[in-house]
Nanobody
């Protein structure tokens, strides 16, 4: 059974930083694409960033240059370093992992990020 456990959310001021972590178990971590999504109150879930098994990354335009995704395959952990935070970054952030078919079919419970102006 795949488990993804996020941590590191909280309250930050605009311009500040937070680092999210997601520890995975029950999957072949090194073969999974890992990603972060977010969902603001009253809005749909949106893609934030992803990282492939070899370290290739993709970012949503809204976070390029401010957020950085990384992974430590030895620790089965993916990170999201969030800098220059804006109030519009306020959301629940979810960790996701691809399964055998290449879809994001495993999700964590989410961690709340609140950015005050």
């Amino acid at each position: 059974q795949v488990q993804l456990v996020e941590s590191g959310g909280g309250l930050a001021q605009a311009g500040g930083s937070l680092r999210l972590s997601c520890v995975a178990s029950g999957l072949t971590f090194g073969r999974s694409v890992m990603a972060w999504f977010r969902q603001a109150s009253g809005k749909g879930r949106e893609f934030v960033a992803s990282i492939g098994w070899s370290g290739g990354t993709r970012y949503a335009d809204s976070v390029k240059g401010r957020f950085a995704i990384s992974r430590d395959n030895a620790k089965n952990t993916v990170y999201l370093q969030m800098n220059s935070l804006k109030p519009e970054d306020t959301a629940v952030y979810y960790c996701a992992a691809t399964g055998a078919a290449g879809n994001f079919d495993s999700w964590g419970q989410g961690t709340q990020v609140i950015v005050s102006s």
